[in-house]
Each structure stands twice: as C-alpha cells, then as structure tokens.
C-alpha cells in the first residue's frame, strides 16, 4: 500500500482520515478526490495543505474518465471511498444526488478500480443500512432494511461492492460506522446544528418527542476504525464500527446545552421527520477482534465538540449563508411554524 485515493476526503469523515493518515503513516501518498459538492470544504484539509504526502484533486465519483484519469495520474494501489451524499433529510427532499454518487458513482469507481488493478478497495458505509432496530444489536450477516432514500442508497452502494468482490475478485473491505460527531462536520447534522444554534440563542427542533436511540461514535474513533480495517480487514468482509453509547436524542441535546451553558427552554419540539428510524444499535466485537477499541467517551468526546465549534466559528459562520439557508428554510421553516 503506498499511494491511497481517498474519494469524498473533504468532507467531514474523509478529512479527518485524511489528518490522520498523512501524520501515521509519512510513507503512504494521500490523495484526495473530491467533487466539492455543498459538504465539501477545502478548509477541513487546511491544516495538511503543505505536508509533502498530501494531494488534492477535485473530481465526480461518477465520472469514469476522472476517476481513470486520477488513478493513473498517481499510480494509486488503494480507494478508500466515503463520497457520497450523507444527509438523511435532504434526501427526504430529493434523492437524485443520492442515487448519483451513492449507487453510480460507487459503481464507476469499482469498475475503474477493477480495470486499474487497484490491491485494496475499502468503502465506507453506514448502519442505517440495517434499518430500524427496535431492540438487540446488528451484527455484519444481518440483512439490511434501509427506511430513508439515503440508506436506501447506501445499501445499493455496498451491495454493489458486494458483487465487484464475487464476481470479479476485487480485494474489497466495508466499514458500517454509527452516528459520528467532531469537529469540521457540516451544519446540518444534529450535534453541530444544535451547537452553532445554541450559541446564537436559536430554537432547536428536535423531531418529534426526541426519544429516538442513536449509537455515538467520536470521528477520532471512527477514523481509526476504518484505518484498523483497511490494513487487517478480512477481503470481502464488512466491519461495524459502533460508539457503544447509545443515547437520547434529548438527552444528547441537554448534554450539550449543559456544556455551553445555554437553557433547556432553547429545545423545541417539531413535528416528527417522515419515517424516522426510531434506534440504531450495533454489535462491535468483530471489529474489536482485529484489535481496535474505541479511545474517547462520549463525555469526553462531546466536550471537545462543544469545544471546537466554540473556538472555530471562522469555519461555520461562512457556512451557514447562502444555500444554507435555503435548505434550512425549507426544512425547518414550517416545522418550527407547525410547533408554535
Ligand atoms: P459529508 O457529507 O461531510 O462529506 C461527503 C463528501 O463527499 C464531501 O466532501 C462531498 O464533496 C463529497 N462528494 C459528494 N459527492 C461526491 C461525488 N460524486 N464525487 C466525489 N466526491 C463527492 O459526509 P461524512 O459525514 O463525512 O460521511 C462520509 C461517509 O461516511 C459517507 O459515505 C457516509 O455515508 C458515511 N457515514 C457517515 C456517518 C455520519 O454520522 N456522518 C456515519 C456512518 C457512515
Ligand atoms: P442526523 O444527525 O441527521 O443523523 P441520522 O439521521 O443519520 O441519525 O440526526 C440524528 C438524530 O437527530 C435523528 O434521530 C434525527 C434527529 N434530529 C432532530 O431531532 N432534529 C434535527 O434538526 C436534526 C438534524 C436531527
């Protein structure tokens, strides 16, 4: 392994394995190839723009001819591949870019992996692939049951992996991560749209009666998870990478408003995200065999979250104009009406 493409790797998972991987590993070329879509963000690389081991190209999954060229270009041996379009109610909105870069863009990418001769090809998914779980913990052979467009994309995406291993024995690994907090992730999430909230007095609509169960996973942990997978993940194999915290979503949010000293009468009650998933749960310990565990608590985790976004408002302020807040208009405008 020596020159890794790490496609979607401006975004916020993407670039904090970017961080990482140039700083680990001095001997691996990092080149990252993204299509700076809206969650794409060149100011999540900054800190590595100058290390001699990084590169950036911007680029469409989905475009084969980009996609080739970039491969040969770097003499690439291995893809670790997050692009792709993660946000849950947008593709409630509209799924077209979901299943542009979820599904056809993975497609082209295995394809163009395979014809390249790429060694290693990790790709990484989710656990909302699972679907809704209302008790116990996913393991890897569970069948999926995706509820959201956005799942529903990222499943087609996997299951293309699946059949690029079979069928044509491309040494491919899948990572299914939990709900993933941290610094540099985009506004829309519900950890850093409540916090930039928060810190701007704003209401904060929580779905519904907020009891939904989510696992929370710190991006450092996720991070290293997929790295422990990439170098030791059985071929053809996929791996659940899980916080093992599972919380509240109004838990997670008092947390939070406790930590900025904020009151709780900021939380608002809106109605209910169309089929919202009520728990997310996996079961770890296949992971865990390889040697990984995770190094941060969720207290921990949650405090340097807080933290970071109190620190660093030169990168989410310029965020949250323009199409920003178009999408938080049509997302949350009647929500919040509906509440009052
Ligand atoms: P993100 O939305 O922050 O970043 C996605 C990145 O992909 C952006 O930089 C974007 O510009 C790029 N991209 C989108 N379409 C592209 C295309 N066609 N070609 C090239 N680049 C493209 O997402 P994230 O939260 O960092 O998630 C990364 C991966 O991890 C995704 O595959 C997501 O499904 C998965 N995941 C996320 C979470 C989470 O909680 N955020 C949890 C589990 C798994
Ligand atoms: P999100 O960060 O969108 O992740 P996912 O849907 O992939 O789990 O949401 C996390 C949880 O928070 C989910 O149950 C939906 C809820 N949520 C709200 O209650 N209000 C919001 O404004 C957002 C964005 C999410």
Redesign the pocket.
Known sequence: MKNILV??????????FARYMTARYPDYNIIV?????????LD?LLSISDEENYRFER?????RAAVKLALQTHDIDTVV???????VDRSILNAD?FI???VV?VYILLDEAKQHGIERFLH?????VYGDVHEGFSVETDSFAPNSP?AAS?AGGELMVRSYRVTHGLNTVV???????GAY??PE?LLPFFITEAIDDKLLPLYGDGKQIRDW?YVED?VSGIDTVLHKGIPGEAYN?AGEDLRHNIDVAKTMLSLLGKPETLLKHVPDREGHDRRYAMNCDKLRALGWQRSYSFDQAIELTVDWYRQNEWWWRKIKTGEYLDYYKRQYAARLAAAE
């Open positions: 496609t979607g790797g401006a975004g916020f998972i993407g670039s904090a190839f993204d299509k700076l879509t809206y969650a794409g963000n999540n680029g469409d999954i989905a475009d591949n997050f692009a792709a379009e993660s946000h870019a542009h870069t979820d863009g990484v998914s989710t656990d909302e956005y990222k990572t299914r991560g939990s709900n993933t907090f992730q985009y999430k996973l996720h990478i």
